[in-house]
């Protein structure tokens, strides 16, 4: 196949492509983002370029008057390239999202801004074993050429060659697709690479390259949190995680939890903002892993995300208000298969975006995405999730019922909101343990790096120690017992690592606002889990496994969180520390289409418990705002 | 419901539409039409007005920036209106269909351009009842409004209510209907009318409407000819046929046949231009209807479209150089359904094109739906199919095969190309008598109105009198016989009504040019016939029925046929003229999802005869090239 060398200016790029390759095509391969609202069918007629050098092929398209023509406009999806090229960005085709204000961004977070980072794999989920059926899937087709005795068209002599390799039917094929397949069939000399996505009851015939392109198929699976987007880069053709990365969602600009975000989407332009923020997050894990694996974006063909009622609505740039009015219904659970371009995220311009089907306002698609990497909905055994976010979830079931209810923790979990609070990361405390006599501080960081801040699990770790050394009574107040307590001008706080024992900065410290914050999340999730119990007649006995999920940590130490009263005292054999399940079940479902259509069934069978109108669960709320909890008896190992 | 008043500028339109309503559909319903490139998705950012007086309310959208937005200036298809409205429309999204250049304009034509005409309805084809089964359906919905203990969303609150009505699993929906669908139902007190539409494998949500609407759902159905477009308004609800009209296809000022459209396509420019042409023609017959029957085009649905294959390419702007290079491969033959927007068809925003699946490069799906039409797939009996249009099509078949070829007539049959030629519509003579002794001329017209011209069933009848009557040799010279033949500068004419006889500007004559035409058009004709038979060892005396379609009339002279050669001389009564059985299929279809699928079985089943391949072919034809045959015998009657 030719090559040409092809510059984009004034990016000042240069890429090499092969013959008959799409200017957009070749744009998003040098990393040069080009606007095409209708993800390249050819039809919005924004993705215009200006073609200074070389000879490019446009095919006909109404979108450039003969003015434009003339002054060597191009439609950057509807012109492939002949011969080696110099070509000018126009500035109204420049994707760029609008600027996220920063003037009320939480000045907690502005250190973790910006970079993505590269998390550990906690990949602790039982897994079950689903058959790989990829959602996308390139295949390499030798097609026989037409004669006169097999004259059948080009599109069926694909779809008849596809059908023959997978036993598959094609039922649908952008437009585009077809304009271009008779040049590409016949400069390929009939050897191409088909990609195929799959939706609901079709299959789509998504793009046609030249040459054997089979091995280079990737998608991206996410966890759309209210606090942190993780995503993962995934090798279609055999289900491998070749990197994952998280970062704080930009949307936090503008409210800690979703209550804020759907009030700021109701302002002026607000729905725009939110949905621009979360764009940069995701898309700026995108570009990372691409490049960091030398992947071209036109090979990233399907991204599936989980995530919170309201996070979903605000990626699709859909009005979450009703969310938050009686009788809290979203405007939609079950989100049909949409281009990513729809959404705004800049993979190959016919890439699917799937997003996995929530249950209620308040249980997202990422609880059914947990529920289906815990495999609950297939136990004989009646298990318990609980995934602790900023807004925190659990689901009780088995094969013959699922129940979820929700309660809003707010985001210290997840290293937000509180005074040293960061991501689960290198250099985050995870692990502390402080000596009874002497007060002295032992720390483990991730990664054993330099301790630069406090994540989730360290936080729970930090208090638990400081209850059982008696630094803290069971109120949440600091005791003054060591010259590591100090009064600050807002309470008591106590010293982790000094300034001096570390490459910090400043002191990392914990302070009392830290701790009223942490117990009234840790007070919403035990509440919640307890009332669920209660209101469907369960003790903890008839419960074989209490899986926990969440992003605060590589390692979860269970006995301090029974300690802070977060879970629940019982037989630590039970619980599973199962990390970010939302993001496990989602992989699973990005490659196997039966798993998909298995969170299909979780969301249909699970059923949503609406706590604020649940008799008993403010008691519970008031009576658990307490190290462990007010009623003793209910933790009597500790 | 509430309605405002929306003016349009600078059309000066004014509607009065329900609140919500977006300003796209608005400015449908006044006849206004706005580029919409993506098909109001909120994509494209094309459909730019600036609302001068009155309230709009515009979802969030990325397509106006925050300059535009100060300047008043909204997305037509994401804005809703909320009080009586101005509004301008902004020149670059107004839709203007390029100029049709006119210089190489056929001057015959001309007077026929322009305004399309009403044609009386040919409904002769045998019915075959198909289950009413529309293709596009409206559906009235009285929805139970959500409480705390029925808290589904929005979008499967919809869904429920259209399965509970017909059992049907809606399982697409573009995202804008999900962004507006939440304000919709609570201002319309969830009493909405919800359009479905179908697609293989999948029923989509194509809109949402305050109140009851589902009386209010109409398609059309087209006939796409080379020489003539023939389109039908059809009530989905019901299958009536609302009116009929045909008109020129105004690519014939691009060549006449097939072949010159493919070879103009190549040119710089030509596809366009031909997209263009034939966009001018669809788009004037569903005007033309729609405003005769006060009809809201937001409220056109669905398009079904039956063409040739060069047809359908140009239609959907697909290049269709390959048709006529050997081994004479079309691009398509199966067509997804796309949106009418994507093809240009200035109706509903989210309405569906449907294009009958063709056989072959020169078999397209008007035969596919004239074979359907005609039921010969279903019958036991060997049936013949012969469509005489600029491409001759003749299907030979039964329940146990069918076998389909083409040959090139010209536009002769369809009043083109011919001296005094015109469309089958008032005014066209279409019966001659010539008195054997006096050459005294009787013409007939279509609906008894003054002489304008000669349509297809009057040359035929001309021909057959002058060769009855002696005027005429077998060659196809005009003999001197009376005053009313003439000699001019290119060979003899004979005048069928002289200038004062009529209210014809001029005589109305027929040329010895225009025999040689008809000759030439019914000897390929007749010729495919007898190859076709031969080549499948079949005699006529084995086929029980010969359908003729074509769109020359309503009605044909079988005797007539014959004695010019054009039909076989077979026994009469094996003859049925069925008029547009490529319209009538088309019909069937769109109204019955069983019919659409028929016609896919159709297609699968039909094999191709490539004439140009298939020794004898050249010889029949030149055989034929006399009035009715050089072989006599087989025209023992005449």
Redesign the interface.
């Known amino acids: 196949m030719e090559k040409f060398k092809v510059t984009f200016y004034p990016d000042n790029k240069t890429i090499e492509v092969e013959k008959d390759r799409t200017i957009l095509a070749a744009a998003l391969s040098a990393g040069v983002y080009i606007n095409s ?3 390249g ?1 050819g ?4 993705c215009k370029v200006i073609v200074k050098e070389g000879i490019c092929s446009m ?5 450039i008057s ?1 003015e434009e023509k003339k002054r060597g406009v191009y439609l950057a999806c509807m012109t492939t390239i002949q011969s080696d090229c110099l070509i000018e960005v126009l500035p109204e085709s420049r994707v760029e999202f ?1 600027h996220v204000s920063v003037r009320n961004r939480d000045k907690r977070l502005e250190g973790f801004y910006g970079a993505a980072e590269d998390v550990p794999q906690a990949d602790l989920v039982p897994r079950l074993e689903f058959s790989h059926l990829p959602l996308t899937e390139k295949i390499y087709l030798e097609l026989v050429p ?3 005795n097999d ?7 694909l ?1 008849r060659a596809i059908h023959k390799a997978r036993g598959v039917q094609v ?5 585009v697709n ?2 271009l ?3 590409v069939l016949r400069d390929a000399q009939w050897k191409v690479t088909a990609t195929l996505g799959k ?4 299959v789509e015939l998504l793009g046609v390259e030249p040459g054997d392109r089979s091995g280079a198929n990737y998608g991206f699976v996410f966890d759309i949190g209210t606090t942190t987007v993780s995503g993962q880069l995934i090798e279609m053709g055999n289900a491998r995680v070749l990197g994952t990365k998280a970062t704080y969602n930009k949307q936090a600009s503008f409210g800690a939890d979703v209550i804020t975000r759907i009030m700021y989407a109701q302002k002026e ?4 903002k939110l ?2 923020a979360v764009m940069e997050s995701i898309n700026g894990i995108i570009h990372g892993l691409t490049a960091q694996h030398r992947i071209d974006l036109n090979d990233v063909t399907a991204v599936l995300c989980a995530g919170n009622t309201t996070m979903i609505h605000l990626l ?4 979450p ?2 969310i938050r009015k ?13 281009r990513c ?2 959404a ?1 995220i800049t993979v190959n311009p016919h890439g699917l975006l799937y997003c996995v089907p929530g249950i ?2 308040y249980v997202g698609g990422d609880v059914t995405s947990g529920v289906l990497s815990c495999a609950i909905d297939k136990a004989d055994d009646v298990n318990i999730l609980i995934d602790i976010g900023t807004n925190g979830e659990i689901v009780l079931g088995s094969k013959e019922f699922l129940v979820a209810t929700a309660a809003s923790a707010g985001p210290a979990f997840e290293g937000s909101g509180v005074s040293c609070g960061m991501r689960s990361s290198a250099g985050a405390i995870q692990k502390v343990s402080i000596d009874k006599d002497t007060f002295r501080v032992t720390c483990e960081t991730i990664e054993g790096a330099p301790a630069r801040g406090i994540c989730g699990s360290g936080y729970i770790d930090t208090i638990a120690s400081m209850l059982k050394a008696g630094v803290l009574d069971k109120a949440g107040k600091i005791k003054q017992v060591s010259d590591r307590v100090r009064r600050t001008g807002n309470g008591m706080e106590f010293i982790l690592v000094a300034k001096g024992e570390s490459e910090a900065a400043a002191d990392i410290v914990i302070t009392e606002a830290d701790i009223e914050n942490i117990k009234r999340a840790k007070a919403a999730i035990y509440a919640a889990t307890v009332t669920l119990m209660k209101r469907l007649s369960f003790d903890f006995g008839q419960i074989a496994n209490i899986f926990i999920a969440g992003g605060f940590g590589t390692s979860l130490d269970i006995r301090s969180a029974i300690r802070i009263g977060l879970l629940p005292d019982v037989d630590e054999k039970k619980y599973r520390f199962v990390g970010n399940s939302s993001l496990a079940g989602a992989r699973q479902q990005l490659v196997s289409n039966d798993a998909l259509r298995n969170a299909d069934e979780v969301a249909a069978k699970m059923t ?1 418990l ?1 706590l604020s ?1 649940e008799p008993g669960y403010m008691d519970e709320y008031m009576a658990a705002l307490f190290f462990p909890h007010t009623d003793l008896t209910r933790f009597p190992h500790f």
């Open positions: 609202a209708c993800g069918d039809v919005c007629g924004r095919l006909p398209t109404g979108a003969l609008e037409p004669d006169l004259h059948i068209s080009d599109l069926e002599r779809y039922s649908h094929s952008v437009l077809i304009r397949l008779g040049q939706r609901p009851g079709m332009e607000g729905l725009e949905h621009a699709l740039r859909i009005d208000s009703s009686d009788p809290y219904v979203p405007a939609a659970n079950v989100i049909p298969v949409v371009h729809e705004g209620a306002s949503y609406e109108v």
